[in-house]
């Protein structure tokens, strides 16, 4: 039988186990288990949407189109995203300056200040449109950032990613230039 030390230990470790469970997943899996967590689903068509970059220029679904387009929808607090921000900064820098590709990283739920002191704390130099709801993102997908949307000229999904495997640079890459192979035939 328990004594009363080992139960207050038992629960604790418990407690700890949880708070440690909801740190790890706490910006994945922030709504019902059960859903995939998507609107959009590859081969659908992006949904119709205008987002002001912290530079100043608007960038809306009419931009995407003759083009390659990168989204990207992050939160500065997320595991994930932290990790996988690098990643569309390496390839931001690799695109830039191809009037052929976009790379648009929306903020889910989190406004300018906070994103330009991540960034500073980071070298991140890439643009992004802060977010502080999720009207954007809610086009998008129900649950689950990081997300990556690729679409192709006419604006059809060709590539989504969430949180199941951070893809790397070299996949990005392969997939951008895929469409780039393809839009030229």
Known sequence: ?????KKHK???N???VGIISF???????DEDPDMDGGNISLYDKIPQFSVVMNNGETVNTQDCIDKICLLMFFNTNCPDCQKELPVIQELWQLYKDDNDVIILPISREEGEDKINKYWKENNLTLPFSPQEDREIYSLFAKSIIPRIYISNPEGIVVFMSGDEELPSLDLLTDAMNMQ??????
């Open 180 to 185: 780039r192979n393809l839009s030229s035939f």
């Open 1 to 5: 039988m328990l004594t009363m030390n």
């Open 14 to 16: 418990l407690f700890l």
């Open 23 to 29: 740190l790890l997943a706490g910006c994945v899996n």
């Open 10 to 12: 038992f629960t604790i």
